[in-house]
């Protein structure tokens, strides 16, 4: 097998180590329109530069090719790659408008080849003892849950992009790029998200970005579970997300990869859990490598794999729900919710 990247900033490098220590696959290519990205990369893992993706499918045909591109890139490229039958495995987020989500639907249903996405952080040790506990009797029903992401981004974070900041490039803010998956992993564990309310605002970078340093939302997932949802980067550190669900008999926290269990009667337990080396910032979580094997071994065995779009689809009306609810000022029904967003 053969793979290729697009992309070549600083989470690619954690695709380049997985794909050549773990992966029976040999990277034949990197492409990035920066020359010297493209170039830096390639002689780090011993592959070829390209500073065209079309170039490079067409030069190398790549069996697997990886985006790691700015947001907005991420359905086209995607577009390119399954109309010539070249699987995908894309960094989030999938889309980041209704148009996008839609082009993306279209692209994977008239494609034999696969998409798989990188929602890392579900194969997190402690998310997954998470939803062993959840799924079994002992928590008792949900009564509700919170998710938290309070990080610090300024000005140079923004000043050394092209593209974050920018409603058409980046899609949005801290929701999009920093607290996706932290949105994602309360869907992963409460089930089938129903309704979304949000607002969201710019605190600290007015001058700087046209995109929100701060969301909120208040979200029903069936079996009337609510969750309060906040998320900023107008905080002075990066703090690790924390996600909790209070349950009948226990509560359950998620602290970056630990996870603790709080008892009614004051004990806490923390579960033995094996934690994977980060491979990259720690807030990316463990689960780069198991996820990115997983979706190779799906495609050498011929099945679906688990984090295909289809799968992912509630996760991704969700994101874009929440988008919707706070621009417009409303509850969003995500069943229905199929609106074109008013950037594309």
């Known amino acids: 097998m053969k793979s290729a990247i697009v992309g070549c900033g600083s989470i690619a490098q ?18 990035d329109t920066n020359t010297r990205k493209a170039d830096e990369y390639a002689a780090a893992w011993h592959t070829r530069s390209y500073t065209s993706l079309e170039e490079m499918l067409e030069s190398e045909k790549p069996d697997v090719l990886h985006i790691c591109t700015p947001h907005y890139l991420h359905v086209p490229m995607a577009e390119y790659a399954l109309e010539r039958g070249i699987h995908v495995f894309m960094e989030k987020p999938p889309a980041i408008s209704w148009g996008q989500l839609a082009r993306l639907e279209h692209a994977v249903r008239d494609s034999q080849a696969s998409l798989g996405l990188c929602y890392q952080n579900r194969f997190n040790p402690s998310v997954q003892e998470a ?79 046209e995109v929100e340093d701060t ?44 996870l603790t269990i709080f008892y009614p009667d004051g004990r806490r337990e923390k579960p033995a859990l094996k934690h994977e080396e980060a491979l990259g910032k720690s807030y990316w979580g463990t689960g780069h490598k198991d996820c990115i094997c997983e979706f190779y071994r799906s495609l050498c065995r011929k099945e679906p794999f688990e984090l295909n779009l289809s799968a992912m689809d509630e996760s991704i009306r969700l994101m874009l729900g929440t988008y919707e609810s706070a621009r417009n000022h409303r509850i969003v029904l995500l069943k229905t919710c199929r609106e074109e967003s008013y950037y594309e």
């Open 131 to 209: 939803r062993r506990i959840l799924y079994s009797k002992e928590a008792g029903r949900i009564l509700g849950a919170r998710g938290l992401v309070t990080w610090h981004r300024d000005d140079a974070y923004y000043a050394d992009s092209t593209w974050r900041g920018a409603l058409t490039t980046e899609g949005g803010g801290v929701l999009i790029n920093q607290a996706i998956h932290t949105m994602d992993l309360l869907h992963y564990l409460l089930g089938k998200p129903i309704s979304v309310e949000a607002s969201m605002t710019n605190h600290h970078l007015k001058q700087v970005i």
């Open 14 to 31: 954690v695709h380049g180590r997985v794909l050549t220590n773990w992966i029976d696959t040999k990277l034949v290519g990197a492409a």
């Open 215 to 258: 969301l909120e939302a208040y979200i029903r997932f069936e079996g009337n579970i609510h969750a309060s949802f906040y998320a900023t980067t107008a905080y002075c550190a990066d703090v690790p997300p924390l996600i909790e669900i209070a349950c009948e008999n226990l509560t359950i926290r998620i602290e970056d990869v630990e």
